[in-house]
């Protein structure tokens, strides 16, 4: 299994920029894609007995705290372009953790405990 991953972070109010930080057509919309997919996630989530969690904290993405300020994607960094759907992990992320100096920090203790030895890149698109 390929061990390569990228992060990317998105604020909910940057997501029409999606195409502009995007290297390729395919990666924008595998981008969207992906968000697509958190975001509906949280929102179904938000109504459940287990609401989502921020990636970093234990602030819940329940009403009146829902839906997240920001989103993070892990994507391979090298796809299988053979395959339908490039590999992605997307969720949310608060206000808060995303205004930390060391959010970085936080979000790569967070990504090594759930992918041990991971190669990570970082992407943070602030608007
Ligand atoms: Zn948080």
């Known amino acids: 299994m390929n061990s390569a991953f990228e992060f990317w972070v998105f604020a ?3 997501l029409a920029n999606i195409a502009l930080h995007a290297r390729t057509d395919d990666e924008a919309a595998e981008i969207a894609h992906a968000l697509r997919s958190t975001f509906n996630e949280v ?52 206000r808060r953790c995303l205004d930390r100096p060391d959010f970085m920090d936080l ?3 967070s ?4 992918y041990p030895g991971v190669t990570m890149r970082e992407m943070r698109l602030d608007s």
């Open 43 to 94: 929102i179904r989530k938000a109504k459940s007995e287990h609401p989502a969690v921020c990636l970093c904290c234990d602030h819940v993405f329940a009403p009146p705290n829902a839906p997240p300020f920001a989103f993070g994607l892990v994507l391979e960094m090298f796809p299988d372009r053979t395959k339908e759907d490039r590999q992605a992990v997307g969720t949310g992320i608060c």
């Open 12 to 14: 909910l109010d940057d």
């Open 107 to 109: 979000v790569k203790q």
């Open 111 to 114: 990504l090594q405990e759930a």
